[in-house]
């Protein structure tokens, strides 16, 4: 068990910033999950943890040792990889063992070590079978299981699930908080999807164009984003974004309007820096939009044209087209907003209705994308 | 197949019979070869180059290549050439190989396209520096001078079919391996040597055969029975006057024989689809 640092990780490829001054501190036995766009360096981001990528500028530091110029092999990491990269001539026992025969430990001690992965990861009566016998999930638990019997101080998870169907996906989520769980060690996960990121994670890093946007535990990030790309990131469905324009500056408060809507107050926020006639961006997450019975005169609300229902069983998702309302949710094409409620609904496509938010749970972002509103009460765990 | 029309018959017999005329047009220098190897010298000088053979010289043949040539000489000659340049190529084309595919170094480039330009320069334009320099080396009409020139020539080749094979294998099982701390040697001997090995039997095949059929650098770099491979040692048999063309014959089939073998031999090998199950799929 170990801590990772990153100190001002910094790397280039030919004409191409990829890491752009990185700094991250990783404490022991924490399960940090790295996410982000594709390309935005969070492979790259683990790949200089592991030392498989060198970085022109910045320290890696694990455990407090600066390993910045260490072979991959003397940094105390294990690295599990998207595409398994199981060696398809050993049989599952000697791709376990792979490390530590590298390493001439005594064979007792290796098969020792891979009977105890296999025994982790239910693995034992697949031992003699080779990579290509087996199925996505067990290849991915080999490959998880190489990692263990080296007992390395760090676990590096590239995309390990990417290549997985969506229910194995969800089952080896939950084996693999289980096994952080009885481990116990740092494991560094990196994913694009917010789902295993809001999962899995103590704590989440959320990574655009090789930058650090905000890192934090999963519901702080949901209740408090830091900007409007972490917003739009976390949460499924996608929130819904509003283009707006400032009327009014106020103490603590901005009158807005947008196209196709009265004007509205947004109240409990820090007007520092933003005057009138500024373009800021209203955040609603779908689960804080309702269909309203009429318009109430104290609410938001714009009317809205149902494009496409989804029956989740429990939950309804409602995709409307709202022009003329400048939206920038693109999730699905079929309409720019997204309404999710909680019940079963008779709604039916084509139909007419009016939409509106609270204020008090919708977000507002200015107009270089940082959050204006004050922070929101993340939900006690 | 049910519901083949007349057209489509047509067309197959047009098909089957164009190959079997390309086939046996490709054959028919062998099969005269077989056939000559089987006659008798009489019948050869009476002219029967193509009827059926009235008296059947096949033992009387082939034991003459053994009794009354030196064939056996040139052919232990030739293996002892063969054998240790298929391996040396084999080895220096599998390290080259997977240092320029795997660890690109400043000039690694330059060095790549000099293995390949290496193959587009004619044989002959070499024939005698390379001449001079097995004389100066001491090495000239032995069997050194060949084992030197075939390692060194064939490596060109066999390094560009090495670095394409390997830099074709999935990337994350190196660095997988490395991550495991797998030294680069650990490497080429535990992942790349046994992924590559139907690349390996495809290649010791290739050499195989170029080196053992070669005819040109026998001749310009050995003179003696001694050292003489098969491709010269033939040569040989033709007489200054007349030639026993049957007995050539013979040996010419006896002489063909390794190549066919070495292929059977290293058939197994090419199992197709070795890397699947390494990564996805």
């Known amino acids: 068990m170990s801590s990772v ?11 191409y910033h990829a890491l752009k001054a990185i700094d ?5 036995g924490e399960f940090v999950v790295m996410v982000g766009p594709s390309g935005c360096g969070k492979s790259t981001l683990l790949k200089t943890i592991a030392g498989l990528e060198t970085i022109n500028s910045g320290q890696v530091v694990i455990n407090g040792h600066d390993v910045t110029r260490e072979e991959p092999g003397d940094r105390g990491i294990a690295m599990v990889f998207q595409s398994y990269a199981l060696y398809p001539h050993m049989t599952v026992a000697e791709n376990m063992g792979f490390g530590l025969r590298m390493a001439k430990r005594p064979k007792a001690e290796i098969d020792a070590a891979v009977k105890r992965a296999a025994k982790i990861l239910r693995l034992e009566e697949q031992l003699d079978k080779r990579p290509k016998q087996l199925s996505g999930g067990q290849r991915q638990r080999v490959a998880i299981g190489r990692a263990i019997t080296r007992s390395p101080e760090v676990f590096l998870f590239d995309e390990p699930l990417s290549n997985l169907d969506a229910a194995l996906r969800t089952q080896m989520r939950v084996e693999l908080s289980s096994l952080h769980a009885q481990l116990g060690s740092t494991m560094v996960y990196v994913t694009h999807d ?8 103590d704590r989440i890093v959320v990574l655009n164009k090789g930058q650090v946007e905000q890192v934090g535990s999963p519901l702080e990030l949901y209740a408090n984003p830091a900007n409007i790309f972490v917003a739009g990131f976390l949460g499924a469905p996608r929130m819904n974004f509003i283009e707006a324009r400032v009327e009014t500056v106020g103490a603590a408060s901005l009158t807005l309007t947008a196209a196709g809507m009265p004007a509205f107050a947004f109240g409990d926020i820090d007007p520092v820096g933003i005057s009138a006639g500024d373009a800021v961006t209203v955040g609603i997450r779908p689960e804080n939009l309702h269909v309203l019975e009429r318009a109430d005169a104290g609410q938001a609300s714009f009317p809205g044209q149902v494009r496409l229902v989804e029956h989740l069983g429990r939950e309804t998702v409602l995709y409307l087209d709202a022009s003329p309302l400048q939206a920038t ?5 079929t309409g720019n907003f997204t309404v999710q409620l909680n019940k079963v609904s008779p709604i039916s496509v084509g139909a007419r209705l009016t939409a509106g938010f609270e204020i008090a749970g919708a977000y507002l972002f200015g107009p270089d994308g940082r959050t204006l509103t004050s922070r929101k009460p993340v939900p006690a765990t | 197949m049910p519901d083949v029309s007349e057209d489509a018959k047509l067309q197959r017999a047009l098909y089957v019979g164009g190959v079997t005329l390309v086939v046996a047009l490709w054959l028919l220098p062998l099969f005269a070869v077989m056939l000559t190897s089987i006659r008798s010298n009489e019948e050869l000088m009476a002219g029967n180059y193509w009827g059926w053979p009235q008296k059947f010289s096949l033992i009387e043949n082939y034991t003459a290549v053994f009794e009354q040539t030196a064939m056996l000489r040139f052919f232990l000659n030739s293996l002892l050439i063969t054998v240790p340049s298929v391996i040396g190529v084999l080895i220096l084309s599998t390290l080259t190989g997977f240092v320029l595919s795997r ?3 400043r000039g690694s480039n330059l060095i790549f396209a000099l293995f390949v330009g ?6 002959q334009i070499m024939m005698i520096p390379v001449r001079d320099l097995m004389v100066r080396l001491g090495l000239y009409d032995t069997v050194y001078a060949l084992i030197v020139f075939h390692i060194a020539f064939q490596t060109g080749f066999a390094t560009l079919f090495m670095r394409n094979f390997i830099a074709a294998l999935p990337g994350e099982l190196f660095q997988a391996a490395r991550a495991e701390g797998a030294s680069p040697f650990q490497v080429l001997r535990h992942v790349v040597v046994p992924l590559v090995r139907p690349a390996l039997a495809a290649l010791a095949i290739l050499t195989f055969t170029f080196i053992w059929n070669d005819y040109f650098w026998a001749i310009v770099l050995t003179q003696s029975d001694a050292v ?3 491709t010269a040692g033939l040569n040989n048999l033709r007489g200054e006057w007349t030639s026993a063309w049957n007995i050539i014959s013979a040996a010419t089939i006896f002489v063909a024989l390794p190549p066919v073998v070495m ?12 890397t699947m199950g390494a990564v996805k799929g």
């Open chain 2, 118 to 123: 290496g193959n587009f320069l004619p044989a």
């Open chain 2, 103 to 105: 660890y690109p170094f």
């Open chain 2, 228 to 230: 003489k491979p098969v």
């Open chain 2, 263 to 274: 292929f059977f031999l290293m058939q197994k090998h090419f199992i197709s689809g070795l």
């Open chain 1, 24 to 28: 991250l501190k990783i404490e022991k």
């Open chain 1, 194 to 201: 917010q789902i295993e990121a809001m999962t899995m994670a």
């Open chain 1, 5 to 15: 640092e990153l100190r001002k990780v910094d790397k280039h490829y030919a004409g």
């Open chain 1, 329 to 333: 949710n693109s999730d699905s094409g």
